[in-house]
């Protein structure tokens, strides 16, 4: 599959991308919730399998920071039968403000990038680089993920194999969280081009988020161009990652079997049902 998703993310992704950032959501994947505080929520629910299976609805969730989850927000999210809430955040991204969300949810943290996307560390790069720095800074993380925090992700994967119904995040339900939904649906064997397009969707329930962040880094003198790589993700970034995986284990499945212990047999009993019809 990582020979398959690299091919298509070089011929197919920019039709893709369209989409994703169209306002229509006739092409979007998975299922939305809209809620007041927390961006980019989404179900994988009704994506389907190669052998014709569909993830379960109600069982695996992707978010940006549910931190500042709003009363209303906590309230319907409890509603969803959460056993664990898995956060990819390094310390230096947490606020004090996040106290409400975190009494309410059994929370595991799982730091991936700690410290190297700290504000202390990003907002010199923001106000001294170029958008071509700030793209580098992504590919290189990407590279990154699956040679240098497969702890991570692999513990990440191991509370899915124990059939726990989660909701992961970061800090805007991106990359860390993009990486971490390329595993667990390659796992599931879902088309390639829907596990593109599922990725690529962050940038159209971001619109919000993003339009917000620039807003507040403008006053700092740094550039809607410099800062857009940070804030959307794109084709080559998950090109990046998935180059990594096939240089060095050959394939996604080979990856998540030898390099992350995986159990994909146990993964897809867990989360993949009969599909309809």
């Not at 907002?123 to 497969?150: C, E, H, I, N, S």
């Not at 990486?179 to 969707?201: G, R």
């Not at 996604?252 to 993949?272: G, H, I, P, W």
Request: some cysteine.
């Amino acid at each position: 599959m990582a020979e398959e998703i690299a091919s298509l993310l070089s011929v197919a992704a920019p039709t893709a991308l369209a989409q994703a950032e169209g306002v229509g959501t006739a092409a979007l994947t998975g299922t939305a919730l809209p809620l007041e505080n927390i961006h980019n929520l989404r179900d994988l629910g009704g994506l389907q399998s190669r052998d014709g299976r569909r993830v379960r609805t109600g069982r695996l969730f992707r978010s940006a920071n549910p931190g500042l989850a709003s009363q209303a927000d906590i309230a319907r999210l409890q509603t969803l039968g959460l056993d664990r809430v898995i956060d990819f955040r390094a310390p230096q991204e947490k606020s004090a403000e996040e106290g409400g969300f975190a009494d309410s949810f059994d929370w595991l943290a799982l730091p991936v990038q700690e410290g190297s996307i700290s504000l202390q560390e990003l907002l010199p790069r923001l106000q001294g680089g170029t958008r071509q720095d700030m793209d580098d800074f992504m590919l290189q993380a990407y590279r990154d993920f699956p040679v240098r925090y497969q702890a991570a992700f692999a513990a990440f994967m191991k509370e899915a194999e124990a059939g726990r119904t989660l909701l992961y995040h970061c800090s805007t339900g991106k990359d860390r969280t993009g990486f971490a939904t390329l595993l667990l649906l390659s796992a599931f064997e879902v088309a390639p081009e829907v596990i593109l397009a599922n990725y690529l969707e962050s940038n159209h329930w971001n619109q919000r988020l993003i339009q917000g962040l620039l807003a507040r880094l403008a006053p700092l003198g740094i550039a809607a161009e410099v800062a857009m790589p940070l804030l959307e993700v794109r084709a080559g970034y998950l090109q990046a990652s998935m180059q990594t995986i096939e240089q060095e284990w050959g394939s996604t499945a080979d990856f998540l079997r030898k390099a992350l212990s995986v159990d994909v047999e146990c993964l897809q009993a867990n989360y993949l049902e009969e599909g309809a019809g």
